[in-house]
């Protein structure tokens, strides 16, 4: 049964080294599992370079050692680690100050061979091609490191609401009415009787949740049935939500929206260094202070910019987003940049209007370098203003039943934020389209298989 | 805007004490925001219960500062904390030495008459009584407690898999086929045109993923249309799923469970102290090297015990786990027990069979307290023999192409282990129905609402 190697060194060869350990091992006798990722024929010697989820690693070894051994081959070497001579030094890889002469190698899996060639820094693949083939691609170290920076994004963002005394919980896929307006819904025939929905938002879970816990978080899979395929959507992403109570003001939530996006943001650039660096890019630039103005001021300033006029357009297009992320890089050294006040009839029915001017909402998206990451605000915490809205908002009361419940009971003033992980991932690698920042996208044309090619 | 409070004494005032901070402020004003928990009028004083996220604590106000209030309105207290005399401290409050003398009240949000007492220390309703108030019930402390175990159980889930280096991924809920047996699935109509599933398992996911990161784990929602209204199921659970690769033995993968179930009960045991001791339990009694025992041995053993004989059985029926359990108890000093090779015929289409015994499973059940914890085993990792399973399981080739694909391409040998949040969670507090460890329990009867009140 078991794979460790018997060898006339004895046990220590049989326990498993991992490949970034290499480099500490020099003169030793080691084990090493993994992948063939390519294999270099020189002749007398075969180069083949050894991948497992630490790195890459160069294995020397005879001809009749490797024999028939191609890439994506699972692979035992035990081996001998070697300093590599100087000038004979690979920068490019962490553990390219060593090589290991193998001694045994044996193989476990044999791979098909493959539809293109997994060897190049980047590979070079369409889309469609790059996700038709998701279980390789994701093997490529640079397709790889995607993930991982994502993985840093959602376990940063826990850790910065933890520390801001967040309750985390876990939100319903199975809803029962829209709360949100807007996207479209996926529709469930519940037991073949009910109609139900998937869920786009845990707004509604997470307001009720307001009033249990005071200060709540989820990470968990929205789902919108849009019927467009552009590089910014996916019909499944997961979303990062929070929510809190007993603030004072709306700028609370704005305070915990951006102590958490800062957090986020330093996590990846101090755990993702090298993976910012093989994407030729860094983190986006922020101050202590993120700039924060009005839609209105965003429009003015646009318009003294441009001369273009939006000056009376609900909302920011996605030339006007793209503009005053160059006027705060340029006036405020900041990528990133609040936009607040955005009018009541483009929010949903649960936006707080702004006393002082109650055609605008004491709301915010947060923009980085020229488009929308965020969005979040002050939600009404009054039951009858809330019943109120949900009726001209043509939502079903009874539905709604349990969210309304919430605010009838007695609910704090709160607010709160949300935003997608795959969007951030893809913003922070400069990744051309979000399909890349999700592991497996579903959109109107794929469910991991293309759908043009079922039934 | 603010609802910081203005007073003689200054700015101070205004910054908020949470309620658990109120015994290291004997003889100083302070803020408190909350709920009115409970009010008990003694003529020309009235005690208010005020609760917060951090807990209860005693108001002492005239009657005419606290006019009209009643449970749940949501109010803001200025006072003065005073030290209890050493006869009146209330041993059942972690506040209890303190109480805070009220000087001004304000009234943020009115709660409606309350339908049943909120007051006792255990609700005494009915279960669709608590579901059908769920917002209102989920902030009772006991009730509110069960769900901070629950965060403890999938935070130190996480927690035991990263310090066993797994990667962490969001498996996705849309699935283009059902690749376990067994239980019902939900169907969805893809964009009013193609036919999809909701995610039973992450199972396929968390395989492909081994061939890209070796380790790996996901917290995601699983959904089952189980057409059956039992105790212990839901049609919407939270899972923990893990799984990994380069094992040498099936072992190592009860090995990881083992490691893991271990550091999620002891964590529970030191996090969540007195909410054990409120539910009057403990943490199940478990050793460092957990019994395992093969299925065949445990109905020999079950047939010697009790004489009932269901040693040609392919499965432990409930009375048999219980029975088991007992057995391990009185032998083994521990609450779990592992039980192994279940017969081939009764695993998914992807577990490996035994060499030495190849119509049983290298797989596991975990068994905890008379009943079926968590499930597990090695998997086949052979591209032909799982299609040539595929088929046999009648599964379509083509919709599970993106799995195939995995092991196509060369994958090491591998097994994980999978189990439920809500389930651990009902079996650690001894919680009679599953319904009250989901924060929002679905089931044939329920999505929020009651299904039969609409249309």
Known sequence: MAHG???????????????SETISKVGKEILLKGWVNTRRDHGKIVFIDLRDRTGIVQIVASPQLVEGLHSEDVIYVTGLVKA???????????TGTVEVEAKKVELISKS???????????????????????????????????????????????????SQDFFEFQSPILIPEVAEGGAEVFKVPYFEKYQVYLS??????????????????AVNKTLRAEPSVTTRHLAEVT???????????????KESAQRTIQFMLNAVGEQC????????????????????????????????????????????????????????????ESDLIFISHY?????????????????????????GRGTEWMTGGRRINDYAKL?????????????MGLYLQAFKYGMPPEGGFSFGSERITMHILGLKNIREASLFPRDMERVDVRLSTLK
Not at 85 to 93: R, S, T, Y
Not at 130 to 138: F, K, W
Not at 327 to 332: D, G, N, Q, Y
């Open 5 to 19: 190697i018997q060898n006339e060194t004895g046990l220590f060869c049989c326990m498993r080294t991992l490949i």
């Open 84 to 94: 590599r001579p100087e000038k004979l030094v690979n920068p490019k890889l962490t």
């Open 112 to 162: 098909a061979e493959l539809p293109f060639d997994m060897g190049q820094e980047t590979l070079q693949l369409e889309l469609p091609t790059l996700l038709d083939y998701r279980p390789l691609t994701l093997r490529h170290p640079k397709v790889n490191a995607i993930f991982k920076v994502q993985e840093v994004v959602i376990d940063s963002f826990r850790k910065a609401l933890k």
């Open 200 to 217: 786009q938002s845990p707004q509604v879970y997470k307001q009720i949740l307001v009033g249990a816990y005071e200060r709540v978080f």
């Open 239 to 253: 979303t990062l939500d929070a929510e809190l109570g007993f603030i004072d003001s709306w700028l609370d939530v």
């Open 273 to 332: 260094k090298d993976i910012l660096q093989e994407f030729d890019t860094t983190i986006p630039k922020f101050t202590p202070e993120i700039p924060m103005i009005k839609l209105r001021e965003a429009q003015e300033i646009i318009f003294k910019r441009t001369g273009i006029d939006h000056r009376q357009e609900p909302d920011l297009g996605p030339e006007d987003e793209r503009e005053i992320c160059r006027w705060s890089l340029e006036e405020h």
């Open 343 to 367: 009018p009541v009839k483009k929010r949903p029915f649960y936006t707080y209007p702004d006393p002082d001017d109650p055609e605008f909402t004491m709301s915010f998206d947060l923009l």
């Open 387 to 399: 019943l109120e809205n949900a009726k001209i908002w043509k939502l079903s009361p009874e539905r």
